[in-house]
């Protein structure tokens, strides 16, 4: 059975890569999986036969076989474990590749969702000018220390892994900002994975085909 994941049938982003399920693509293209999409429109995603695959009615889900998976960091950690890719075979740098995949959804895209919800969710309302320079600030904050771990290194403990696959995954939010230009090594991080063949692939499999 071919392994198939699900998505918008119409993202909201207009095909920039910023849907969960692109990174999703990105690590089945890493490991070499063949996939089918199942395409969803809002109200689908609402509907029983999907919530039974993801009960917070969201995209990505996995399945593969009896196998129905949510939530992109567990998919992408079990196509690490699965074919033997994206995590390095000593057992400390695994477990350090992982630790990278927790901070990139729970220490840095946080702040950085934040920012998206502040603009276009609450940018109508009275308080919104003054909540939006805190919000920068937290992702400067977040961005610094990231900044500053990383160096001059290629990628976040040697070799690349599903750590930097997420991390770079989530910073790619902040390119039309501009604020990851303010940290020059981040903005060369991203442009890194950008670059591998397997997120060009997974990134040209997302735009739509009408350019909508």
């Not at 990174?23 to 609402?46: C, H, N, S």
């Not at 090594?185 to 085909?209: D, H, M, T």
Request: proline share 7%; net charge negative; with cysteine.
């Amino acid at each position: 059975m071919t392994v198939t994941i699900t998505a918008f049938e119409r993202s909201p982003d207009g095909g920039r890569g910023l849907a969960r399920d692109t990174r999703v693509r990105w690590a089945l293209e890493e490991v070499g999986q063949d996939y089918d999409i199942r395409p969803l429109t809002f109200p689908a995603m609402k509907e029983p036969a999907h919530i039974a695959r993801s009960p917070f009615g969201q995209i990505p889900t996995y399945e593969d076989d009896d196998l129905v998976l949510f939530e992109s960091g567990a998919i992408i950690l079990h196509l690490a474990d699965k074919h033997g890719h994206l995590l390095p075979r000593d057992e400390d740098a695994r477990s350090r590749a992982i630790m990278w995949m927790f901070a990139a959804v729970n220490s840095v895209e946080p702040p950085i969702l934040d920012l998206q919800c502040a603009r276009f969710a609450e940018g109508d309302q009275p308080w919104a000018e003054q909540r939006l320079p805190l919000v920068m600030d937290r992702i400067r904050q977040r961005l610094a220390q990231l900044s500053a771990r990383l160096g001059d290194d290629e990628w976040l403990d040697g070799e690349f892994s599903a750590g930097d696959l997420m991390m770079v995954s989530v910073l790619l939010r902040l390119k039309m900002s501009g604020i990851l230009n303010e940290f020059p090594n981040l903005a060369a991080y991203v442009a890194r994975g950008e670059a591998r063949p397997a997120y060009q692939r997974a990134f040209a499999s997302q735009v739509p085909k009408d350019g909508g």
